[in-house]
């Protein structure tokens, strides 16, 4: 639920008794696409603000927190990852960030909602700066039938990059999706998904991802928190499922020296996340 009050945008989690404001300076733009109603706003201090239905998804500010961390680690715990699928990311941020890694041959984008990518192309042009890359595809679509109709061991890193597990984002946050993943990843194949609060969600939401992932036939899988102050209680996670490889190695001479600028993530920041806080140890498992 979100609401406006003396130029004050404000989201409040009626369950958790909580809520999250900007200072708006003024409404960029406003409309119902066949999918969600669309708002972007220009704030105060944290550059433009796109909201879907009521819920922030980013600023210009603190993106590159979660775009960053829905990205790196996974390609940096693969092998060699050639082809890469986003489901959702309609924002274009982790489309860029996956198009630095330059032996990506292949990136396909599977936004449900194509207002979203028109949108961000105008309002935060900075994340669709590789759009044009000649290895950027995008597919405007349902991820859950994409992935059901996609050619078995054809893909080597999937990121999940949607929204809140309600509406059309429910089915990506369900075993037969996974079981979908599962037969489209090559040997050594990894899924990453947005996976919510660890503060509000590890007993909930992360504790159904591991278990639906395991389901799957994913044995090793872990979560990786990461700040995201815009976002309910200001800390957030994704969930990484590897189809073969313990998750804790991964190539970090290659992120210490990675050919492109970060903000956030780097190769200690990387070991830093693969760290579990002890609550959600003893919920999780080792
Ligand atoms: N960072 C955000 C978060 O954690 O809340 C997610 C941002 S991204 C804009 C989420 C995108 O997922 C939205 O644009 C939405 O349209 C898309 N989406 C939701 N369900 C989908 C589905 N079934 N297939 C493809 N895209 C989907």
């Known amino acids: 639920m979100a609401e406006l009050n003396d130029g004050w945008f404000t989201e409040v989690f009626q369950d958790q008794g909580t809520a999250f404001s900007l200072k708006i300076k003024r409404k960029l733009h406003e409309e119902k696409s066949e999918f969600q109603t669309l708002e972007i706003y220009e704030t105060e201090t944290f550059g433009n603000l796109m909201v879907l239905d009521g819920c922030v998804m980013l600023t210009s500010r603190d993106n590159f927190l979660y775009h960053e961390m829905m990205t790196h680690p996974a390609l940096f715990t693969h092998r060699d990852p050639k082809k890469v699928v986003i489901v959702g990311g309609g924002d274009c941020g982790t489309l860029r960030e996956v198009l630095r890694h330059p032996g990506v041959e292949e990136a396909w984008q599977v936004e449900i909602d194509e207002r979203v990518t028109r949108l961000s192309e105008k309002y935060f042009p900075e994340l669709c700066e590789s759009n044009e890359d000649p290895r950027a595809n995008f597919f405007f679509g349902d991820g859950i039938q994409w992935m059901r109709d996609i050619e078995p061991n054809s893909v080597d890193v999937i990121i999940v990059d949607s929204t809140d597990p ?14 979908d993943c599962m037969m489209a990843l090559r040997k050594g194949g990894i899924v990453v998904q947005q996976s919510e609060s660890p503060l509000l969600h590890t007993e909930t939401i992360i504790a159904d991802v591991h278990k639906d992932m395991k389901k799957a036939g994913f044995d090793h899988v872990h979560t990786l928190p990461f700040p995201q102050p815009v ?41 830093a996340a693969l760290a579990q806080p002890q609550f959600m140890v003893d919920i999780l498992g080792k």
Do not use: Q
């Open 166 to 179: 309600v509406g059309p984002a429910e089915g990506l946050f369900a075993v037969d999706f996974y079981r």
């Open 231 to 271: 976002y309910p209680t200001g800390w957030w996670s994704c969930t990484m499922a590897g189809k073969e490889k313990p998750l804790k190695y991964f190539r970090e001479a290659d992120a210490a020296e990675r050919p492109f600028v970060t903000r956030y993530y780097n190769e200690s920041i990387h070991k």
